[in-house]
């Protein structure tokens, strides 16, 4: 249970004035290694130290890293669910 308690406390704040974009949270990332092999989660990022980039929203729903097993629900934000249903509409 104490995997979800001051979740917000790891994420980075904005810089003053600006105000941070929403979008998936930082710590629901999925990394993929340069040669583009399987994603991993974020705890296999941080702890493995290896060249992976973060993918963006484009991945939405239940995700289980082939490296740990751990399973997190990846969820739209307002503007990534109004961008899904205007493109499904073309």
Known sequence: MGLFFNRHKKETPAPAGEVKPKGLREDHGLYYEEK???PICTYCYQT???TYTLDGPSFIGLYTCPN???QFQRRPDE???KEAKEEEKH
């Open 48 to 50: 493995k130290h290896e």
């Open 36 to 38: 583009g092999t399987k």
């Open 68 to 70: 740990c097993g751990r």
């Open 79 to 81: 503007p990534f669910a």
